[in-house]
């Protein structure tokens, strides 16, 4: 098996990253001077685990649902773990890849996911801690996850293309093979604080969280209000339906949780130059970047700028023609306010801390209300009015 995986490797092309490109690309739209002209006051803060490098890897939906569970345990009164975001992503790769070749090749492949991949999981596989599973298995410090895709794809691909109208019994267990090489095998125990546990016993015993609390809602204009439809983005290979609800729904969802003690789980486009990581801000300027002029651009991040407004069409428009893309999930932990009152989401990423608010952005709710592609959160952090129209059982 080795032998076949260093064969593999040689020939398949390396898969450069977007996400790494992403960030250098938002890196860019730094100003020096930008967190001087921004006064940031908390008005919610909840508790939550500490920032987290995804690398190169395109995981942040797992770091971002897992640090969103780690924040629900806190809000339980459970001392959090810091929970293997690998293990999550080990296991969402095994169940795309039956997909995958079910669909005879046509669907994306890659790491991206979603944020009910990682609560699928959890109730499918459990969970384990950080320190059980790095999935640092191949003499890296962080993530590299290049060279293992282009092996998976590519291994994937000549299953389909030489089946013959048949399968053999055995490619799910080559594919398993090549997981356990680069990421670890999964072992059948391990021990926590000097109790051994299954997987599965963890997640009961320990992370205690019951899968079936949790909720996705989106919203566009093209489905039925309050019932379930297809959240159609690439990285859905699971084909799992989100709540469609109301524009003012969104903001409106997710105020009531931070109020109420829950935070929430965040997918997003984060390709817009009025997103900076490096400043640690993200709004909606009035005018798009093409029609700013040279000044426009420079001081863009000097301080508080007047916003666009957002509706229901302009952000059905920005999904329908590519605008907005489901780029990346984060965990919104907090709610606060600038020196003209405007408030921001507090949002928690899985990049590092090498930004001006270490590893932390602050997100207008004009941006959440354009970009939002998805979000998540415990049942009971609904309003209660829409969680009677979504009729939750």
Request: glycine share 6%; net charge neutral.
């Amino acid at each position: 098996m080795k032998k076949l995986i260093l064969i593999l490797a040689a020939v398949l092309p390396f898969i450069s990253f977007a996400q790494d490109d992403l960030v250098k690309k938002l890196d860019a739209n730094k100003s020096d001077s930008a967190k001087k002209k921004f006064v940031f006051t908390d008005i919610i803060n909840l508790e939550n685990t500490s920032v987290k490098n995804q690398a190169s890897s395109g995981t942040c939906w797992s770091y971002s649902t897992n640090s969103f569970l780690e924040s629900e345990m806190i809000r339980i009164g459970k001392d959090p773990v810091d929970l293997a975001e690998l293990f999550s992503a080990r296991n969402v790769y095994i169940e795309k890849a039956d997909t995958y070749v079910r669909l005879h090749g046509s669907l994306a492949w890659g790491d991206g996911g979603e944020c009910h991949d990682v609560i699928n999981m959890y109730a499918k596989y459990g969970a384990m801690p950080q320190e059980a599973y790095t999935g640092l298995h191949y003499g890296t410090k962080k993530n590299k996850f290049g060279e293992m895709q282009a092996v998976l794809k590519g291994m994937l691909d000549g299953v389909v293309k030489n089946a013959n109208g048949k399968l053999t019994p055995v490619w799910k267990d080559a594919f398993k093979a090549v997981l356990d090489t680069y990421l670890g095998a999964v072992p059948e125990t391990f021990v926590y604080k000097g109790k051994e546990y299954t997987t599965k016993t963890f997640a009961k015993e320990v992370v205690g969280l019951n899968p079936k609390d949790y909720v996705e809602l989106s919203s566009f204009t093209n489905a039925p209000y309050y019932k379930k439809t297809m959240l159609m983005v690439q990285d859905n290979w699971s084909f799992d339906k989100v709540y469609n609800v109301k524009f003012e729904d969104i903001t409106r969802t997710i105020d009531n949780a931070l109020r109420t003690g829950y935070t929430v789980a965040w997918a997003a486009d984060v390709s817009e130059k009025y997103f900076s990581w490096k400043n640690g801000v993200a709004y909606v300027p009035e005018k798009d970047w093409e029609d700013m002029d040279d000044s426009d651009k420079k001081y863009m991040f000097e301080g508080p700028k007047p916003e666009r407004k957002i509706t229901a069409e302009t952000r059905q428009t920005a999904f329908d023609d590519y605008e907005t893309t489901d780029d990346h999930g984060m965990h919104i932990v907090g709610l606060a306010k600038d020196q003209k009152g405007r408030e921001y989401y507090i949002v928690k990423n899985s990049w590092g801390v090498k930004n001006d608010y270490k590893g932390y952005i602050y997100v207008t709710k004009a941006y959440v209300q354009y970009k939002t592609t998805a979000f998540l959160l415990h049942k009971d952090a609904l309003p209660p009015a829409l969680a009677q129209k979504l009729n939750l059982e």
